[in-house]
């Protein structure tokens, strides 16, 4: 391996181990929301450069997430397996040069419905077990919007600077998205997006950086949850 290459390997494997760092600590945050009464599904997605020490993990390969039912939306069964999706490919690494994050929040009759890891990284995947869940470190190739793990983080990590949609993401995921279903889930959709009413088609919501985007399907409507990105992302 070159340089090059090992230089390239060395940064993504560090990457890795932030962002698993960051999942053990959102973990820990919504635990403790909820267990202080609040409903709200709160996560974080870093970029900084650490290296996580200590807390050994498990590693193996999972074709798809486990059936919607304790608490997942849907699994990711069907999804995109390589082909090309709305100009979106799928390559063997991640890219870089257009790289931000965005989060997703979904509530069904006023409950939170998980949206899963692996959206956007087909199988064969290399699934690292936590405390904290599942993180998909891996996969056949990762799509330019992917998930890794099941806190709502949506990565965008292009070769090319355009604007994507949640529409996109949900084409990946091969779920339905629309004014009146999400993924499984039928009903009225009201959508948020930072923390302001989006009237339009959710399809149509953009993916922007720190986007905070909340769907609920059906009522009790849930208000628009707070979320925290960690500093420097």
């Known amino acids: 391996m070159s340089s090059r290459q090992e230089e390239k390997e060395r940064r993504r494997q560090q990457r890795l181990a932030a962002e698993q760092a960051e999942h053990r600590a959102a973990s820990r945050r919504r635990r403790l929301r909820l267990g202080g009464g609040g409903a709200a599904v709160v996560a974080v997605a870093a970029v900084v450069v650490v290296i996580a020490a200590g807390g050994a993990t498990k590693h193996s390969t999972?074709?798809?997430?486990?059936?919607?039912?304790?608490?997942?939306?849907?699994?990711?069964g069907g999804e995109a397996s390589g082909a090309t999706v709305d100009g979106t490919q799928c390559q063997t690494s991640e890219q870089v040069l257009f790289h931000i994050h965005a989060h997703l929040a979904v509530y069904l009759d006023g409950r939170p419905r998980?949206?899963?890891?692996?959206?956007?990284?087909?199988?064969?995947?290399?699934?690292?077990?936590?405390?904290?869940?599942?993180?998909?470190?891996?996969?056949?190739?990762?799509?330019?919007l992917h998930s890794h793990t099941r806190d709502g983080i949506i990565h965008i990590e292009s070769p090319v600077q355009r604007t994507f949609t949640l529409g996109n993401y949900f084409d990946l995921w091969k779920q339905p998205l629309s004014a009146s279903q999400v993924g499984p889930a039928k009903g009225h959709v009201a959508a948020y997006v930072n923390a302001k009413r989006f009237s339009g088609d959710p399809r149509s919501i953009p993916l922007k950086a720190h986007?905070?985007?909340?769907?609920?399907?059906?009522?009790?409507?849930?208000?628009p949850a707070p979320f925290t990105f960690s500093p420097g992302l």
């Open 62 to 76: 999972s074709s798809s997430t486990p059936p919607a039912g304790s608490g997942l939306l849907a699994s990711t």
């Open 211 to 223: 986007a905070l985007i909340q769907l609920d399907i059906g009522t009790p409507l849930v208000p």
């Open 114 to 144: 998980l949206v899963p890891e692996g959206i956007g990284i087909p199988a064969p995947r290399q699934v690292e077990q936590t405390n904290d869940g599942p993180f998909v470190a891996s996969g056949a190739c990762f799509y330019w």
